[in-house]
């Protein structure tokens, strides 16, 4: 493999990954832009001929990053991120309950868009 490229693409909500050129995996995420504010991750994806490779979890760290860096929270709705998380909990903080009830409700409202 060689290095793996990670790409925030904010407008479509897609933290995607690259070997190369080659589209290898992908967090799809939502913004909760009203109070509160936080970083959702919906799903996370890699290509089936590029599992096992870590870059599932580099996704998820760079998504935790990403957050930090904006002083938001992450709820982690999606499984592979939520086992994550738990597993790293010194880069993975827990998000406040509200935030985590506000996250699941606009995916609710919202089910088509993932």
Not at 26 to 33: A, G, K, N, R, T
Not at 65 to 82: F, H, K, R, S, T
Not at 104 to 111: F, M, V
């Amino acid at each position: 493999m060689a290095e793996l490229k990670i790409r925030d693409d904010r407008p479509a909500g897609r933290l995607e990954a690259f070997d190369g050129d080659t589209f290898v995996g992908v967090v799809i995420y939502s913004v909760l832009d009203d109070e509160p504010h936080a970083l959702v991750a919906v799903h996370t994806i890699v290509e089936e001929a590029h599992e096992g490779k870590g870059i599932a979890a580099a996704l998820v760290r760079e998504f935790y990053a990403i957050a930090a860096g904006e002083d938001v929270p992450v709820v982690p709705l999606c499984p592979y991120a939520a086992a994550w998380a738990e597993r790293h909990p010194d880069e993975a903080p827990v998000a406040p309950a509200d935030v985590v009830r506000a996250a699941k409700r606009r995916l609710k409202a919202t089910p088509d868009l993932w």
